[in-house]
């Protein structure tokens, strides 16, 4: 049977569709080992504290309780590019709900019940709240050993500051630039460090198995990250260490790197290597776990008399809470990306990823990205309004193509996205950007903004898929890729489909990772998944296929130039009813005699990402930026002036994606991320008390988006090739976030007639016109 | 032996099948479905009421399951995702990406179920009345306001 359609691009159904609608997928917390053990934290209620003494004698009295463990015991610091994190708090505690104590017990209950018995000493600091008083000269150090801190050779820590990581971007004479613009601006925006809200929250089981064997399961979006990192901090010989990892229920950022499982294992191994489950509450998922990056900015921008960018200078301060986590890479990213997607010929960033005493922060989907591009947006916004340029005008004007280079001085390629495209696609949705109508007493406005995002990833970013096959002729895809929801999974088989020309009832795909037996790859984060997985998956398919036309040459005495594929079979060009079926040579060529031939196909695929480096600690100069993904966001507003409150009436993301593989998943992504974006903006953060503790640390008062607050979404897709991507599709589950917080804001400030400039825009904010700036 | 008193032993219905179970007073019918029982569908996202992963059917009324003591569901009939096989519901979320990790979509499939038996007609107002009880993070609620106005078609 002949494939008359093609695969790719098709609405295929996903491959996790049948037992997602019916309860049976398998998440970590569903998961039960026999003797496993359950543990609870005592938590701390302060910010920043001197721990004088913890007193377990009450607490380990209770039934069931295995074992009691402090920080103490673990000398050992955690961090994924910079190991600034005890496993538990060790004398210090440095964020509101940090990890003192576990108990280790029988049952969660009485877990519970014992970290209430426990009593904690501490003496109390002033916290510090903010990214500016941080940055004080005279402000307390939060990590006063950082130079002593294991690192990445791209993290530079600032001596003396509080500030783990510094990047600085200088391209061409940005003085300059300022000294002959007509017109420049300056303007600032903030964001409060806030939450994930993955839905399935985090946990980890670990057990250590009598041949040392350490068997991790765990909610992650980066198994091999974790089996890499747990290596290097606790000694263990990476291939001793096993990281399953089932189903995921969501991540966008906040499972990759290392979670749970250094401390799963640190428990397991204080109870000799019994199971134990470590899961989060829904509120230690929020404070005590990682959430995302709060930022204060300011963007100088300036411009020739049309409008033409001459110079950007930026100043990103980046609010990592108290450990870097992943933040010191994400501050990176946006100094890498750090002037949207223009062209800017004179450009002087830095960008610090700064301590304070609040709860810590990793990736979170855009990285870095998303809160970079508010601040230009904003900034793009105000520049024209000045010149009374339309918002359109000046960034299709600005609007940066192959030839021009990044604010790293990267060469961009033909496959750069057509940025000027999407941004037509959005005027076109929208009409005139400046158009302002009243309703009813109230005001309806639209904004147009322009996102890019590139991932930030380590230079040799690798990925890797075998495929099997079974005595049908049907094939399996083995990767060691993570499905988050993204539906990576089903876009692989789709590859696979296309490349062996089979139907893709014929390539199955397995959705756990063993990362004993699965080929490494390096996480589910950066967008990257079906890129980097599917170039692999498609490499394998090709060597399979080469595998097949071996046996074929051998059986039916025709070279293999001489030969094609397609419907499952290898065939003569010539007569193409001479062939063999995938069923007859997958696993060996059998005679009528019984002799057989070659033995079964196993197709090899291999990723790595090619000809990236790190960037010049003084100017920024380099290659860290593998591929952009551009495109355009418009947004309309409805607001009242007299209460603040406001509606979305329309969100519109225009992307160049190189390839649709999936339409819906595709746009399934896109819309996610946008309305990611929209809580984001307008209803999430961290609310915080004079002491630096979180008071919104549940899901009623920290609100995301519920059903029935959704705009009416409209997505368009370009496809600019991207060279080096299979069948040229390159990363969209970030992007469409990115450009969010500036498209509200923008239509918000064109509404109510003055800058929106602080996240959240509650309608508090917008209806006090004076309100605190 | 030890009797302990708050340890009980209670009967009730759970997918149409009659099952008897033991637990501690203060036990949640979503532990006890889960733990006890062994059945893990409905999925814990919060344990505190806000997010409706854990719901399931009391007598086909959406519950909140982490709310709910085990001990009120004693004689009544408790559904779960388990309980329900290619219903107009699951099909329609599958048609319309109405998930994408997954762990919200049994909670939001149990309650669209109960919403379209009470109210094969609900318009716009009761649909957003009875889900905005869910939360999904992955969607943007597109595919799952798809899902349902399917669903309703083809009940």
Redesign the interface.
């Known amino acids: 049977m002949e494939v008359n359609q093609s695969p790719l691009g098709r609405n295929e159904?996903?491959v996790?569709?049948?037992?997602?609608?019916?309860?049976?997928?398998?998440?970590t917390?569903?998961m039960y080992v026999s003797g496993m053990l359950h543990t609870a934290f005592k938590r701390s209620p302060h910010a920043f504290a001197k721990i004088v003494r913890i007193d377990t004698s009450e607490a380990s009295k209770l039934p069931g309780v295995k074992r009691i463990v402090t920080g103490e015991e673990f000398p050992t610091n955690l961090g994924l590019y910079m190991g600034d994190k005890p496993v538990m708090a060790r004398g210090v505690v440095r964020h509101y709900g940090e990890h003192v104590a576990a108990v280790i017990a029988d049952t969660k209950?009485q877990a519970e019940a014992a970290v209430n018995l426990i009593k904690v000493e501490y003496e109390i600091k002033k916290p510090i709240l903010s990214v500016s008083d941080a940055l004080q000269a005279d402000a307390e150090l939060i990590h006063p050993d950082i130079m002593s801190y294991a690192t990445i050779p791209a993290i530079i820590p600032q001596e003396g500051t509080n500030v783990p990581n510094l990047t600085k971007i200088r391209k061409g004479d940005i003085d300059k630039a300022f000294g002959e613009a007509a017109h420049t601006v300056k303007s600032s925006v903030s964001i409060p460090i806030g939450d994930?809200?993955?839905?399935?929250?985090r946990a980890a089981t670990c057990r250590i198995t009598a041949d040392g064997d350490v068997h991790i399961t765990s909610s992650t979006q980066a198994p091999f990250v974790v089996k890499s990192l747990l290596g290097i901090f606790f000694n263990i010989p990476p291939g001793k260490i096993i990281v399953d990892t089932p189903?995921?229920?969501?991540g966008?950022g906040g499972k990759a790197g290392l979670q749970l499982e250094g401390l799963a294992y640190a428990l397991s191994k204080s109870v000799g290597g019994r199971p134990v489950m470590v899961e989060n509450?829904?509120e230690d998922d929020m404070v005590t776990s990682p959430g995302h990056m709060g930022l204060e900015a300011t963007v100088e921008l300036a411009a020739d008399s049309q409008g033409k960018l001459l110079g950007l200078r930026g100043e990103y301060n980046y609010n990592s809470g108290a450990y870097a986590d992943y933040a010191v890479n994400i501050s990176r990213a946006g100094a890498i990306a750090g002037t949207g997607p223009y062209r800017v010929d004179n450009v002087h960033i830095d960008s610090r990823c700064v301590y304070t005493n609040l709860p810590f922060s990793t990736a979170f989907r855009g990285f870095g990205h998303i809160e970079m591009i508010f601040a230009v947006e904003r900034a793009m916004s105000e520049l024209a309004n000045k010149i009374g340029l339309d918002p359109y005008e000046i960034r299709h004007k600005n609007a940066i193509q192959p030839g021009d280079t990044t604010p790293v001085q990267s060469l961009l390629g033909r496959s750069t996205g057509n940025l000027r495209g999407c941004l037509d696609l959005v005027k076109n949705e929208l009409g005139d950007i400046t158009e302002v109508e009243q309703v009813d007493g109230k005001i309806r406005a639209k904004s147009i903004v322009s996102f890019w995002k590139a991932p930030a990833m380590p230079t040799n970013t690798d990925a890797g898929a075998i495929l099997t096959f079974n005595i049908d002729g049907s094939c399996n895809i083995n990767t060691g890729i993570i499905e988050?929801?993204?539906?990576t999974k089903t876009g692989l088989v789709q590859l696979v489909a296309e490349t062996l020309r089979v139907e893709t009832d014929m390539v199955h795909v397995e959705i756990g990772v063993r990362t004993r037996t699965s080929p490494t790859d390096w996480a589910t984060a950066a967008s990257r998944a079906l890129m980097m997985a599917g170039s692999a998956a498609v490499e394998a398919a090709q060597d399979a296929l080469d595998q097949m036309y071996d046996t074929a040459e051998a059986v039916l005495k025709v070279p293999k130039r001489l030969l094609d594929h397609g419907g499952g079979r290898i065939f003569e060009k010539d007569h193409p009813d001479i062939g063999l079926s995938f069923a007859e040579i997958a696993l060996g060529y059998v005679y009528p005699d019984g002799n057989t031939i070659k033995g079964q196909i196993i197709g090899r695929g291999r990723y790595v990402a090619h000809k990236l480096t790190g960037i010049d600690p003084d100017t920024g100069q380099g290659h860290p930026d593998l591929e952009w993904t551009i495109g355009s966001h418009g947004i309309q507003v409805l607001v009242d002036p007299n209460t603040g409150i406001f509606e979305i009436e329309r969100a519109i993301c225009a992307m160049d994606v190189g390839k649709v593989v999936n339409p819906?998943?595709a746009?399934?992504q896109v819309?996610?991320s946008?309305?990611?974006g929209i809580g984001y903006t307008i209803y999430e953060g961290f609310k915080f008390n004079s002491r630096g503790q979180i008071t919104n640390e549940?899901?009623?008062d920290h609100k995301?988006?519920?059903?029935?607050?959704?705009p009416k979404?409209d997505v368009f897709f370009l496809e600019t090739p991207q060279l080096d991507g299979p069948y040229g599709l390159r990363g969209l589950g970030e992007p469409g976030i990115t450009g969010m917080p500036a498209a509200i804001s923008n239509a918000l400030s064109r509404a109510l007639g003055r800058p929106i400039r602080h996240i959240p825009f509650t309608p508090e904010k917008l209806a006090m016109e004076d309100h605190h700036e | 032996m030890k009797q302990y008193e708050d340890h009980i032993q209670m009967e009730f219905s759970l997918n149409g099948e009659r099952v008897t179970t033991r637990f501690?007073v203060d036990e949640t019918l979503l532990h006890v479905v889960?733990n006890r029982i062994g059945?893990?569908?409905?999925?814990?996202?919060?344990?505190?009421?806000?997010?409706g992963?854990c719901t399931m059917l009391i007598d086909g009324v959406p519950v909140k399951s982490c709310l709910m003591l085990a001990i009120d569901a004693e004689g009544k009939e408790v559904t779960?995702?388990?309980g329900?096989?290619d219903t107009p519901v699951?099909k329609a979320?599958?048609a319309k990406?109405?998930?994408?990790?997954?762990?919200?979509?049994?909670g939001f499939?149990m309650n669209t179920h109960a919403l379209l038996q009470a109210h094969p007609d609900a318009d716009e107002e009761t649909i957003?009345n009875w889900?905005?009880a869910?939360?999904?993070?992955?969607?943007?609620?597109?595919?799952?306001?798809e899902a349902v106005k399917m669903a309703q078609k083809n009940l």
């Open positions: 159904r996903r996790d569709a049948d037992v997602k609608v019916t309860g049976q997928a398998v998440f917390g569903d209950k994930h809200v993955a839905m399935e929250r189903f995921v229920g969501g966008f509450s829904r988050i929801g993204q539906g819906d998943l746009r399934g819309i996610g946008m309305s990611m549940n899901l009623r995301i988006m519920r059903y029935g607050q959704q979404y | 501690d889960r059945l893990k569908g409905q999925k814990g996202g919060c344990l505190n009421g806000d997010c992963a779960t995702i388990e329900l096989k699951q979320f599958v990406q109405g998930f994408q990790c997954g762990y919200c979509t049994s499939v957003q889900l905005s869910n939360l999904c993070r992955c969607t943007g609620y597109e595919g799952i306001e």
